[in-house]
């Protein structure tokens, strides 16, 4: 499937001050980047890096006290996904048998605090006979019982939190879907990226359960299709994957958003009740 | 300097469990292993692992319910430390020319809510005019006002917590260390290792930040000589690090850690206020 | 019924400690002690008194340091209580028609953070058609979803913490059932007494709810019989009537607990689901 | 000391909702009301109360869905205080001996955690030689380390929070204040009232701290005369003492409050640092 994204983010700078931008297409085996372009206006130097082990792309940039500049990127992007029947068949990996690379999302988070939830998790899911039901559980819940409130939350709030305040925006209906699975000792990451036709546009952030050998997707939201995404980076919560980080005084004044597509026959991808397809975008493990 | 590090632990296992063990010495350039050897009795299937990225060393194993084994790991190593003069003096790096594989370090973490302690750090030590004597200041700040008290905390506390609570053991202290140090935009990070002549014989917590290029040791508690130390493991907190994680009803029956030296000359670093010494293992990234 | 009721408390004084006992039964027009006796040994000097507006009964004491004493409270005491038919029928008392000695139980007090727990509250229980039921909805959720756990908790343990970590102790239990009732608009307080044939033998705790002008009385922990209490107090929550506050450095060595009934032919009062029986013991208001 | 004090809020009523209000001056034997007037406009029904043992004031009142109306209340009220000399020489009463209806101000409430912050109260002013020094340096420390910042809290916020989070407006300075206080056995109360030339217009909170058998005035906020106050309320906390509550969905569109002086020779009570000079309302119960 083919996508176009785009952001444009405006910042007015009050004192010097480090940002790190966290807001490009990721480039992998599965997600396919057949163009695309970054703008910095008024040009401000930067340095675009990654960390060892992933593939998310970061940009550093220094903007003086007083600099008020636009950065701005647009993409062309390829993405694939499998869909896989009957989710519910999914073997349970042992803990003992996880790719080494998967076992770190096993453990708390500074949004995700499943040490604390466990008690929790176990007395409303753990009765669930396989992963997959459990994990699907947790996103139903989260949706029936938590209210989608722009602002009733902000960049502290964590899964404790939202467990019973049961409000918040994307990034916390993900935190606590992580958290919730997590204590159950299933592997959860936090994702964040561009989703298609997004209402209100903004970046979106969902999670995805490592399951039977795959990540698959999860939006306890339901506001998007989740073969409609795009992913800018996956991470242990959002305290690792903020779009965007600032050292000083500064103030966001402009945000734009979009994600469209080049493919007039898209089909979103809506789960059935009862049948048990799921989405995973990253190739199985095994 | 060369330490003989010895740790055996006990456990009774109630239903079957995985173990995630992190208890063997690092292999890197400044810390090197002459011998050691790992023991399980009864014998258990493991695997050895680490993270990509990462000096840490894992051993994964399963045990059945009603085994009731030991772990037992012993080694010999030669580490090397510098000594930092006129500390006071290192230089401070903008965020923008840190190096990458640091800035990670910078972000808050399931117990380390720099987030959250931001005005307080100010308050308390932003107006300390170089970033060592700031460190240092949180460390000094914490050996006087927090009570080191065995059993006063559990897995569950955070930084958060004990900058209230004003109580907890070595994990605790640096947590809170971290976290104020994370929260004056300093990066900083989470050791666990074995401790010469630690009383009582445990592992030990304390931790790093980095400052002019060197990640410089730092331990509130003041339990243990800063030279005096074999890493395990760094990272951004405990939930990572963790010497032993268990997914099944198991305790821990026996637990018993040394560390000496064989270095009859071995002199312990103690820094002496206002003289501006430091300590780092890990060579300068500069 | 006529209950005979027995507490004898030991404590060793490390520093010279100042002690308020809340042990003794509240003298009021349903509740009539017969006879009763307190001792402490070795005989101390000490006050009683009770507050403005209140039947809970204090005893003041200051006890210095190396002293050990006991104190011994025994009583012979009938109790009325009225069983309410079909208590689902009670009508709803508009908050503008309170008895205004009932609205400070409409608000939020140190472990009962009802202001915390609306959202929840309105999304579990606030479907339900009258007041009642809500308060039985929300006294069986806790007893299914929260397991009585000597030691699980501390006494700086409030409901909020025990939403999330599902267990706790009678304390506990009763200060999550008055939150939540109280974030329905539900005026509820808490109730410290004897239990008849409590085990293991300890006091009690358990929470009242102002329906139709009664205040009826709900067990989340299901061990005792409700018309088998001798109130002791009621308040806002444990923070203003725990049995025994020191104030200096006091262990409590030695604790006897005793609720017994001379009536043979007592009959345990056992909610009979859908039959809408309910218990009150104060006269109703109305 | 004469004051004309006045209060008009306005509110938009979006469902059937109950008020409570508590904006009307007590009536004691150091503050008398020389006259006064409520208006509620358009007319509603209201009721007026006081609680058992409470000199404070009481509307409730009914407004049904769609209805716009304003409570004003103005009146002229004559205050009486007492200077304390040298209250550095105030004795300490100890427990035992505390007036009865003291004793509840020594205990922890919704947002005053007391029992959360003991080793901090402890560490921080436990050095100090008596309690008027402890109180003062309570207060001071609270001026010098929290930024008075309106909108950074809400009505959730805690002295366990602000003691953190460094921030707040007079509501928070003051649960902080009685926090700390209660922490080290020293009882607190909260007080509401108006204030002589508040900038910006407001009601105003502070604390008194129960020193020598005298409730002593203390402001963290540093905004005010203590000797220009007219109280409202004094309770637990802000949880009993709201100056409005409201049972239903509705919304404060204005909000216009005064307090000045008719005396021209008004002196503002300036404690002089070291001078010891304090300032009590309620004559001493000794």
């Not at 459990?134 to 939190?161: E, H, M, Q, R």
């Not at 991470?235 to 994600?259: E, P, R």
Request: hydrophobic share 40%; aromatic share 14%; proline share 5%.
């Amino acid at each position: 499937m083919k996508f176009n994204i785009f952001s444009e983010l405006s910042y007015e700078v009050f004192s010097d001050a480090t940002f790190i931008f966290n807001i490009q297409a990721s480039s992998t085996s599965y997600q396919h980047i057949i163009e695309e372009s970054l703008l910095i206006s008024p040009l401000l130097n930067f340095r675009e890096f990654t960390l060892a082990n992933s593939d998310s792309r970061y940009i550093r940039l220094v903007a003086n006290q007083g600099t008020f500049f636009t950065i701005t990127y647009q993409a062309s992007v390829e993405t694939q996904y499998s869909v896989i029947q009957e989710a519910e068949s999914l073997p349970s990996i042992p803990i003992c048998q996880l790719d080494t690379e998967v076992v770190p999302y096993l453990f708390p988070s500074r949004h995700c605090q499943s040490d604390k939830l466990r008690k929790f998790a176990i007395k409303e899911f753990g009765f669930l006979s396989n992963e997959y039901a459990k994990v699907l559980a947790i996103s139903d819940w989260i949706f029936y019982n938590t209210d989608y409130i722009t602002g009733a939350t902000d960049s502290g709030t964590s899964a404790y939190d939202t467990l019973i305040q049961r409000e918040g925006v994307c990034k916390d209906f993900a935190h606590l879907g992580i958290a919730l699975c997590r204590a159950l000792d299933i592997p959860a990451r936090y994702f964040t990226g561009y989703a298609l036709n997004m209402v209100p546009p903004d970046f979106h952030a969902c999670f995805e359960a490592y399951i039977g050998g795959h990540w698959v997707f999860f939006d306890p939201t339901r506001l998007v299709a989740l073969n409609g995404l795009v992913k800018i980076a996956h991470s242990k919560d959002a305290a690792d994957a903020a779009v965007a980080n600032f050292f000083g005084n500064t103030t966001c004044t402009y945000m734009n958003i979009q994600c469209t597509t080049a493919n007039a026959d898209f089909q979103p991808f809506i789960p059935v009740p009862g049948k048990g397809e799921a989405i995973s975008y990253e190739p199985s493990l095994f």
